[in-house]
């Protein structure tokens, strides 16, 4: 049973959190990532009660799904939660699945959003536009507040973005 229909990812194990949690940690110490789904919990937060009953299910990428099930098989007669101290699978219990952080290298480029030529002439015009659209000021015309609002935080937008432009240039 997989996941999503066209999921990358096969189930391995269902068993209790405890030695579901402790497949996982065994799995990843042989570099091998997975994903722990627990249906009782999930339908515990989504408030629809605990209908599933206890099994949590591991999942592995289908590459790795053979060497999971080896090890899995290998580890599993000698996996034995009674002789495990009760302080060691309640922390077992709370482990939380780690979170996946992007980090760059410090030689690594900064990547910066680079604005195509229609766009900065887009934005020129937009800006000639809204000052011709406020030129009656000058000769002492009044116009609609709205009028002087959108024409101003468009000459203002614009403007910053044709300054950001040339401002960031390498």
């Given at each position: 049973m ?55 299910k ?41 979170v996946?952080?992007?980090t ?11 604005r ?11 800006i ?12 002492g ?13 468009l000459?203002?937008?614009c403007?910053?973005a ?9």
């Amino acid at each position: 049973m997989n996941i999503l229909p066209k999921s990358d990812y096969e189930k391995v194990f269902d068993g209790s959190q405890i030695t579901t949690q402790h497949i996982k940690l065994l799995l990843e110490e042989s570099g091998i990532t997975s994903i722990i789904r627990d249906d009782g919990e999930s339908a515990l937060r989504g408030g629809y009660g605990a209908a599933h009953g206890n099994d949590v299910k591991l999942f592995v990428n289908k590459k790795d799904v053979l060497k999971a099930k080896h090890i899995i098989a290998s580890k599993i007669d000698t996996l034995d939660t009674e002789n495990i101290p009760d302080e060691d699978l309640e922390a077992l219990a709370r482990q939380k699945d780690p979170v996946i952080t992007m980090t760059s290298s410090k030689n690594k480029k900064k990547e910066t959003y680079t604005r195509s030529p229609f766009n900065l002439f887009l934005n020129i015009i937009i800006i000639i536009y809204s000052a011709w659209r406020l030129s009656p000021l000058l000769n002492g015309e009044t116009l609609p507040t709205w009028r002087i609002a959108l024409s101003g935080g468009l000459i203002v937008f614009c403007g910053w973005a044709l300054i950001n432009h040339f401002r960031t240039r390498d």
